[in-house]
Nanobody, 114 residues
Framework: QVQLVESGGGLVQPGGSLRLSCAASGRIFSMNHMRWYRQAPGKQRESVATIFGGGSTSYSDSVKGRFTISRDNAKSTVYLQMNSLKPEDTAVYYC????????WGQGTQVTVSS
């Protein structure tokens, strides 16, 4: 059974940092690409960062240079280190397999506010 469990969100001031984690199960993790998404209130879910099975990464323009995606295949976990956070980064963050999506997890709320 495919399951994705996100954690690590919270309230942070602008300029602050957070590290999100996503524990995955149900597929052979090391063979799958993984992606972080986010959904702000009233907006569509958008892709934030992708890490491919070989370890290469890609980022949306809005987070490039501030966010870093990484993975630990031994723990079947993908991470998102978020630095220099801005109010516009406020959203619920989700991880999922890419491109073959699994069921969505509950997400983790990130709120950037002073």
């Amino acid at each position: 059974q495919v399951q994705l469990v996100e954690s690590g969100g919270g309230l942070v001031q602008p300029g602050g940092s957070l590290r999100l984690s996503c524990a995955a199960s149900g597929r052979i993790f090391s063979m799958n690409h993984m992606r972080w998404y986010r959904q702000a209130p009233g907006k569509q879910r958008e892709s934030v960062a992708t890490i491919f099975g070989g370890g290469s990464t890609s980022y949306s323009d809005s987070v490039k240079g501030r966010f870093t995606i990484s993975r630990d295949n031994a723990k079947s976990t993908v991470y998102l280190q978020m630095n220099s956070l801005k109010p516009e980064d406020t959203a619920v963050y989700y991880c999922n397999y890419y491109p073959n999506l699994g069921p969505w997890g509950q997400g983790t709320q990130v709120t950037v506010s002073s």
